[in-house]
């Protein structure tokens, strides 16, 4: 009976093995379902991330969309109200561009601005247009500042524009 008691110990640990090989199966399955479970909460939380930070940036477009609205408007009265041939758009630029350049200058800075970018319109430098000399390389530096493009310029850097554009001279024309 020593076989017998052999062949029962046998037995015994073939299936002690058998069960400790089955749950570690169990196990690992048991893993990889939490594994899986991690990875779509991960990606599910990555998802809802990235349509927060869309909707915020949409947000952020559309105010940013209002509120150039409302400052071309403003560019629009002060043509409406001095009758100058300009685009809301170009005025806008050009007040933009005495505000940065000419902000703390005495109001002759600020036309003396208008008149270097209209005097270098009208002899075609760039593309002959304010945009065009604005954004020419190495002409205006402050077209670079972070702000520039969407700044509100002030009544005074409005006026020269206007003045400018009407024909007031603090440069001579080239």
């Given at each position: 009976?020593?076989?017998?008691?052999?062949?029962?110990v046998?037995?015994?640990?073939?299936?002690?093995t058998i069960?400790?090989?089955?749950?570690?199966?169990?196990d690992?399955g048991?893993?990889?379902?939490l594994?899986?479970?991690?990875?779509?909460?991960?990606?599910?939380a990555e998802?809802?991330?990235?349509?927060?930070?869309?909707?915020?940036?949409?947000?952020?477009?559309?105010?940013a969309k209002?509120?150039?609205?409302?400052?071309?408007?403003t560019?629009?009265k002060?043509?409406?109200?001095?009758g100058?041939?300009?685009?809301?758009?170009?005025?806008?630029l050009?007040a933009r561009?005495?505000?940065?350049?000419?902000?703390?200058?005495?109001y002759a800075?600020?036309?003396a601005?208008a008149?270097?970018?209209?005097?270098?319109?009208?002899?075609?430098?760039?593309?002959?247009t304010?945009?065009?000399?604005?954004?020419?390389k190495?002409?205006?530096?402050?077209?670079?500042?972070?702000?520039?493009?969407?700044?509100a310029p002030?009544?005074?850097?409005?006026?020269?524009?206007?003045?400018?554009?009407?024909?007031?001279?603090?440069v001579?024309?080239?």
């Amino acid at each position: 009976t020593d076989e017998a008691t052999l062949e029962a110990v046998v037995q015994k640990s073939l299936q002690d093995t058998i069960g400790t090989a089955t749950e570690a199966f169990v196990d690992t399955g048991v893993m990889q379902d939490l594994a899986d479970k991690k990875e779509a909460e991960r990606k599910a939380a990555e998802e809802a991330a990235r349509k927060k930070a869309e909707e915020a940036a949409r947000k952020k477009a559309e105010a940013a969309k209002k509120k150039e609205a409302k400052i071309l408007a403003t560019a629009q009265k002060y043509i409406n109200e001095s009758g100058v041939k300009i685009s809301a758009k170009d005025l806008l630029l050009l007040a933009r561009t005495i505000y940065f350049e000419a902000n703390a200058e005495p109001y002759a800075g600020k036309v003396a601005v208008a008149n270097v970018i209209l005097n270098r319109v009208n002899q075609g430098y760039a593309d002959g247009t304010i945009h065009g000399v604005v954004y020419q390389k190495n002409a205006f530096s402050v077209v670079r500042r972070s702000n520039f493009a969407t700044k509100a310029p002030n009544d005074a850097c409005y006026r020269a524009a206007i003045e400018a554009l009407q024909g007031r001279r603090e440069v001579p024309k080239n």
